[in-house]
């Protein structure tokens, strides 16, 4: 079977879009999509915090608060769990939030 041979003056699908426009050499932006640096500091203080709180939690509790109650302090550690689980999505949220809100303004100069 012969294959064709592309010309270069000619556009390969590629080259053009379903409309038929065909595409503009433009630059990639390849900057990550995420601040690096406080994404990271942010889900690392969150993982810390949900290893060591629920069970720092129970182990209080169940030896110096409630001693020999393990019902309660599991349920304890269970709530401090939920906490931490609640400030991230909070804290998640309100990022989020901010930089809608940079891009609406950033949009709003452009114009």
Not at 58 to 83: D, E, K, Q, S
Not at 86 to 110: G, N, P, T
Request: glycine share 4%; no cysteine.
């Amino acid at each position: 079977m012969a294959t064709r041979r592309i010309i270069s003056s000619e556009k390969t699908v590629l080259d053009v879009d379903a409309d038929g426009k065909q595409h503009e050499a433009r630059p990639s932006n390849i900057a990550p999509a995420v601040p690096a640096r406080s994404v990271i500091w942010k889900l690392l203080s969150f993982t810390f915090a949900m290893v060591t709180l629920p069970i720092g939690t129970y182990f209080f509790v169940a030896n110096f608060v409630l001693v020999g109650n393990n019902t309660v302090a599991g349920a304890l550690a269970a709530v401090m769990a939920n906490i931490v689980l609640i400030a991230y999505i909070i804290m998640a949220y309100s990022d989020d939030q901010a930089e809608q809100a940079e891009e609406a303004e950033q949009k709003k100069k452009s114009m």
